[in-house]
Structures are given as C-alpha cells and as structure tokens.
C-alpha cells in the first residue's frame, strides 16, 4: 500500500472504532480487529488487494442489519459515503460494498451476487471469528442479548432455513451451532481458513459433548 492508503485505512479504523463504541459485545471493534487480523494472516497466502481487503474487513459490519431491523442496505451505505469523503477510488469502494453486500452467512441457502478472492478472504476470516473459544462466546453473548433461552431439547434445529427465518429465529443458542457454525468449516474458500476452521470446529464439538454431557447429570 502507499501512504495514501496507508492513511485511509487508519482514518477507517477510528472512524469504526467510533461508530461501534457502544455495540453488542459480539459485534463490536474487537471483533472487526479480530477479522481485520485473520484477514491479513489468511491474504499472505493469497493474490489479492490487500488493501481492498482491509478497508473489507473494517467496514463490514459497520452496521450489521440484526441490530437495523433487518435492513441489508445501511452497512453498504455508510461505508460507501465514508470512502468517497476519504477520496477513496471508486472502483475500490464499488468492490468494497461488494463484498460487505456478499460476506453475511445468511442462513447459508443464498447464492452469492459477487465473486471475488478479497470477498473469499473476508468470508474467511469473518467466518473463523464465528467458530472455536470466540465463537461460542459470541454465540451466547447474543443469544443472551436476544434473551434466547440456551438449550431446549423440545425444539430441534432446522437446517433449511430460509434467509428470512434465519434473520427472525427466536430458537434457544444452542441451535445455532447446528444451524451456522458447525457448517462453516465445510464452506471456507482458503486453505489457511481451511486449515484454521478445522481446529476450531473440533474445539466445538468438544465443547457440545461436554455441555450434553453436564445437561444429563453425566458429569
């Protein structure tokens, strides 16, 4: 990157770490550090913009629709006005709201309008923050948020969600393992997000055995 760029991205980075002061636990600057970071580990291996990347994973959830009752078109918005104001060129922030428009899980059952290998990047690097030790945090940090109840064994979870019962289920977190996360390491685009979800997702399934387990009095 130049030193132009090398400034719009800082200016990006306290514009979100402003705009997200008082966000949801799970969705809050940390976690677009998080993302931020993945993305820069999982770019060294890959061809991309690495620029186009990290203004990507900055601004993706700048605001994510759960919290805009459900509206897609704010996140893409903001962060477009935002670059044009920092002279941003526009052919970069065109693949910018690209991928912010594309990142999202969805409840997994919605094809893609945008292909690009900076979008694989983000999806993985987004994806890994949902899965392992952070992700069951941030599950149930939500799910709290939400008011959910944790376990019921009385509602199952549903695999064919549409993308709206994905965005409005009230079911109780533990749902939503079956229902997102342990799907994630089947849908990575990159061999290091690959490499790195696989892990994670055994950290998962370790986890599930011991919560049934402690559910049931066995241990």
């Known amino acids: 990157m130049n030193s132009s760029q090398s400034l719009?991205?800082?200016n990006t980075i306290a514009f979100v770490k402003n705009k997200l002061v008082n966000a949801e636990g799970g969705h809050d600057w940390f976690h677009v550090e998080r993302v931020y970071k993945n993305a820069l580990l999982i770019s060294k291996q890959e061809p991309v913009d690495v620029f186009i990347v990290?203004?990507?994973a900055l601004l993706h959830d700048i605001a994510d629709s759960k919290f805009y009752n459900g509206d897609e078109t704010i996140g893409p918005k903001l962060a477009g006005e935002f670059l044009v104001k920092q002279n941003v060129d526009s052919t970069a922030v065109e693949h910018v709201i690209n991928i912010i428009e594309n990142i999202s899980f969805k409840g997994g059952n919605?094809?893609?309008n945008f292909h690009s290998i900076e979008l694989d990047v983000l999806q993985d690097a987004d994806r890994l923050d949902a899965i392992g030790a952070i992700g069951i945090a941030r599950t149930f940090n939500y799910g709290g948020y939400k008011n959910r109840a944790i376990y019921n064994?009385?509602?199952k979870p549903n695999l064919t969600l549409s993308k709206e019962q994905y965005k409005t289920s009230t079911a109780p977190t533990i749902n939503h393992f079956y229902e997102k996360l342990l799907l994630l390491k089947d849908r990575m685009n990159t061999k290091t997000g690959k490499r790195i979800a696989e892990h994670?997702?055994?950290f998962m399934q370790s986890y599930l055995?011991?919560?049934y387990d402690e559910w049931n009095g066995i241990k």
């Open 54 to 56: 990290s203004l990507g």
């Open 8 to 10: 719009q991205i800082e």
């Open 209 to 211: 055995e011991q919560f």
């Open 200 to 202: 994670r997702h055994q």
């Open 110 to 112: 919605i094809p893609q």
């Open 153 to 155: 064994p009385e509602i």
